[in-house]
């Protein structure tokens, strides 16, 4: 039994995120989920760590992370049989490699304002709950297979 890992997503799309990951797993990908949600502050630091440059990191407040969008998968690190099992699951359950130079990001892509208004509400319930840490599972799922 191999966990692939735990992920933050928004709520819209957990069943989609679930399904490419069950999926991608149950076709031999034995990788890890690396990064799902990211907060403001974490965002800021990957930001900062960028130099500010936009082709290296979102500007905080606009990153798909922060809405729980996207998340980052090993891939470069995989096989190529792998890797095309996790291209065929984002593709059966819509998700995207839509940023130049990071194929491990897979996101659904979301529209401006569909990303704005998910920030805002993952914002706000990370200062509800008291941090990322303390999020309801919701829209966390562990994956269980092999
Ligand atoms: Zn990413």
Redesign the pocket.
């Known amino acids: 039994m191999t966990s692939a890992g735990q992920i933050i997503v928004d709520k819209t799309i957990a069943d989609r995120a679930a399904g490419f990951i069950n999926e991608a797993v149950e076709n031999g990908w034995k990788g890890n989920i690396n ?1 799902s949600f990211r907060t403001r502050r974490e965002q800021q630091i990957e930001w900062d760590r960028a130099g500010h440059d936009r082709n290296k990191a979102a500007e905080p407040g606009t ?3 922060e809405g729980g969008f ?3 998968l090993a891939f470069c690190s995989q096989s190529k049989s792998e890797q095309d099992a996790v291209v065929k699951a984002a593709k059966d359950f819509g998700f995207k490699q839509n ?1 130049a130079g ?1 194929p ?4 659904t892509d979301p529209s401006r304002d569909q990303l704005h208004h998910a920030i805002r509400i993952a914002e706000d319930a990370v200062d509800l709950f008291g941090g990322k840490s303390q999020l309801p599972s919701c829209s966390a799922f562990v994956q269980l297979s092999n």
């Open positions: 990064y990153g798909e992370h996207a998340f980052d940023v990071e491990w990001h897979f996101s």
